[in-house]
């Protein structure tokens, strides 16, 4: 069975006559579904957003909310809502538009819906990477001593980042073959991960069960208890890479056309692919050192946005705010409706792994017929 999984059904370039938006000497077209659909996510991410921060063990009216994230409210509305709860909420909203993003552009990347950073490896070298820095660092650890919560908070991102970008070298170089091919980047991405998640494995084993069970409860993705220092790294990078990643969208539209036609109109396709990578790994990389992996975000977001607005690609606006919706949903569920507490991330994976199920049996229908 080929993993190179197939599309919806849509014809990958289709004659629909956009309007045109028009900001002097600059064009360009809009696609009404498109945007129908991320005007939709947006006004539902705001309203999760909203009853994430009403729900707890002190209920707020949402009006009352609203009123506090404007300014206003009393004493005690302003301390849960500003102190308590807007924290956590915020960190998953910002994962959530982070992981979308990057899950979009890696598909595109690969031509392939299953090239997401979590199959691929990136987000399991992150998490190795940032379970050293818990366990080698960690108090009574291999280190010399006890690691202060600054070295931690600095330590865990900057390791984070370092091992995303350290296994996204390596998985190019491996799938590297004249170019880059979606099904022999995937198979490649899932043996390197399932390396990274043997190396994770070994440090748990040789920690000190203190650091172990701390580092464990992070590797299920939990969103308990996240402040603002969690989201700085991921407010930083997506205010970085977010105009770089819309400025490639032209790009990604000739990237669909594959490696030599797009080189055929001049694109540069090594300093393009080189772009669009780096820009994955950094956002898969910072989210998990604000929560820990979150599986499948990054892989199920997408396809639904591509799904939902019916174009030839995963689109970036839409996949960022219902990767939000997703992680704030989860939050939600995770907080209020559960009777006990889970790691967030346990969520998103009882939702992505039915998902990968259906994607792999209905591709086998499809070259079986």
């Not at 399932?194 to 992070?218: E, G, N, Y």
Request: proline share 5%; aromatic share 6%.
């Amino acid at each position: 069975m080929s993993l190179l999984l197939d599309k919806p059904d849509a014809p990958l370039a289709q004659s629909v006559a956009h309007p045109r938006v028009r900001f002097g000497p600059v064009s360009f077209q809009v696609p009404v579904r498109a945007a129908v659909v991320s005007t939709l996510a947006a006004a539902l991410l705001a309203l999760l957003f909203c009853f994430d921060i009403s729900r707890g063990e002190i209920d707020l009216p949402l009006n009352t909310v609203f009123s506090t994230l404007l300014g206003g409210g009393d004493s005690l509305s302003q301390f849960v809502v500003n102190e308590l709860r807007l924290p956590q909420t915020g960190v998953a909203a910002l994962v959530g538009i982070a992981l979308g993003l990057s899950g979009a552009l890696s598909q595109t990347f690969a031509r392939n819906p299953l090239a997401s950073p979590d199959i691929l490896g990136i987000s399991d070298g992150a998490a190795a990477a940032a379970v050293a820095v818990i366990v080698i660092t960690g108090a009574g650890g291999w280190g010399a001593g006890s690691a202060t919560g600054a070295l931690l908070d600095v330590g865990v991102p900057m390791a984070a980042l370092t091992g995303g970008l350290l296994a996204a070298a390596l998985l190019y170089v491996l799938a590297w073959r004249r170019g880059i091919d979606g099904q022999r980047l995937v198979l490649i991405g899932i043996g390197l991960g399932a390396v990274l998640t043997a190396l994770t494995q070994w440090l748990l084993v040789k920690a000190r069960i203190q650091d172990a069970a701390s580092a464990a409860v992070w590797l299920n993705g939990s969103l308990n208890a996240r402040s603002w220092e969690h989201a700085r790294p991921v407010i930083i990078a997506l205010v970085v890479l977010v105009p770089v990643a819309f400025m490639l969208v032209h790009r990604l539209n000739v990237l669909q056309l594959g490696d030599d036609p797009a080189r055929g109109l001049g694109l540069r396709l090594q300093t393009t692919q080189f772009l669009i990578l780096l820009v994955v790994v950094v956002l898969a990389a910072v989210s998990v050192s604000a929560v820990g992996p979150l599986e499948f975000v990054a892989f199920v977001v997408p396809q639904v946005a591509l799904r939902l607005t019916g174009g030839s690609r995963p689109p970036l606006l839409a996949s960022m705010l219902l990767g939000g919706c997703l992680v704030v949903g989860a939050d939600i569920i995770v907080r209020v409706v559960l009777p006990f507490t889970v790691p967030a991330g346990l969520v998103t994976a009882a939702i992505g792994a039915p998902y990968l199920i259906w994607l792999l049996v209905r591709t086998k229908r499809k070259v079986t017929a």
